[in-house]
Nanobody, 114 residues
Framework: VQLVESGGGLVQAGGSLRLSCAAS????????MGWYRQAPGKQRELVAV???????NYADSVKGRFTISRDNAKNTVFLQMNSLKPEDTAVYYC?????????WGQGTQVTVSS
């Protein structure tokens, strides 16, 4: 399984970005799809996760600003990030959970300037 992420970049505080992650390979079904992030000197943390049925959960720090969604037909997960803050600066990683294991993307940098 390969995960290809896109959509990161540099944005000013208050701006928006939309991350995408497309999974390819031998995939029969994907359970949870999620986004994590890791800032310099910090541990990787969960940002948002969405189940195969569309239920989602968010970290408290992003509730009301970020929205996770998925396109099951295209094995793709999205993260719409609005009202970005400098503290959102991190490398964002996509994660998918299949019956046979968990897979990670290579990460995409998001930098929010003040």
């Amino acid at each position: 399984v390969q995960l290809v992420e896109s959509g990161g970049g540099l944005v000013q505080a208050g701006g928006s970005l939309r991350l995408s992650c497309a999974a390819s390979g031998t995939i029969f079904s994907i359970n949870d799809m999620g986004w994590y992030r890791q800032a310099p000197g910090k541990q990787r943390e969960l940002v948002a996760v969405i189940t195969s049925r569309g239920s989602s959960n968010y970290a408290d720090s992003v509730k009301g600003r970020f929205t996770i969604s998925r396109d099951n037909a295209k094995n793709t997960v999205f993260l719409q990030m609005n009202s970005l803050k400098p503290e959102d600066t991190a490398v964002y990683y996509c994660n998918v959970l299949l019956l046979r294991g968990s897979y990670w993307g290579q990460g995409t940098q998001v930098t929010v300037s003040s």
